[in-house]
């Protein structure tokens, strides 16, 4: 079954850090670039950061820049995505999708819930 | 940044009844063009991409098209498993991908 697992959420300050993880199975992750979406509390999705299926292009929506990172471990099967310098604004959410060949997100984790609150 | 707009925001029709959900970029994608539907507690699910393909195992009654800059999500004959709200999303501009802000459906 192909399936992906998110964790690593929680309740976080303002300004510390988190990293969320992925776990896949069920298909060739190596072969899939993937991403993260999240979605606010009462606000539509939201594209995070994407990364191709050798992590040699990635990208982020503007608000994150410079403080979220992200990065796939191909021999784990998993993605993750380091958050620095939170803001109570990152509080969502957070899915991680698999990119289909066409470039659309065919596969989604149930996400995980980031909190960022003092 | 592509922007993307959904209308209308909310759309409260009965079973049977057809739905038309309308998304706009403010820049050409192509067809790079897809429709999600996400229902309260689950992860969003892929219904159409390419603008009109349908994603595997989709019913037939989902479909989508493009006239010029519109695409349009045709929701035909209503059920009540359908109540969601749905977006549209553009991948023309890999990897920095950009969801509408959706449109919910009251059945």
């Known amino acids: 079954e192909v399936q992906l697992v998110e964790s690593g959420g929680g309740l976080v300050q303002p300004g510390r850090s988190l990293t969320l993880s992925c776990a896949a199975s069920?298909?060739?992750?190596?072969?899939?670039?993937m991403h993260w979406v999240r979605q606010a509390p009462g606000k539509g999705l939201e594209w995070v950061s994407g990364?191709?299926?050798?992590?040699?292009?990635?990208g982020y929506v503007d608000s994150v820049k410079g403080r979220f990172t992200i990065s796939k471990d191909n021999a784990k099967n998993s993605l993750y995505l380091h958050m620095g310098n939170l803001r109570p604004e990152d509080t969502a959410l957070y899915y991680c999708?698999?990119?289909?060949?066409?470039?659309?997100?065919?596969?989604w984790g149930q996400g995980t819930t980031v909190t960022v609150s003092s | 940044e592509i922007v993307m707009t959904q209308s209308p925001a909310t759309l409260s029709l009965s079973p049977g009844e057809g739905a038309t959900l309308s998304c706009r970029a403010s820049r050409g994608v192509a067809n790079n063009l897809a429709w999600y539907q996400r229902k309260p507690g689950q992860a969003p699910r892929l219904l159409v991409y390419g603008g009109s393909t349908r994603a595997a195992g989709i019913p037939a009654r989902f479909s989508g098209t493009r006239s010029g800059a519109e695409f349009t999500l045709t929701i035909s004959s209503l059920q009540s498993e359908d109540s969601a709200v749905y977006y549209c999303?553009?991948?023309?501009?890999?990897?920095?991908?950009?969801f509408g802000p959706g449109t919910k459906v009251d059945i």
């Open positions: 069920g298909f060739t992750f190596e072969g899939y670039a």
């Open positions: 990364i191709s299926r050798n992590s040699v292009n990635f």
């Open positions: 999708a698999r990119e289909n060949y066409y470039g659309s997100l065919d596969v």
């Open positions: 999303q553009q991948y023309n501009t890999w990897p920095a991908f950009t």
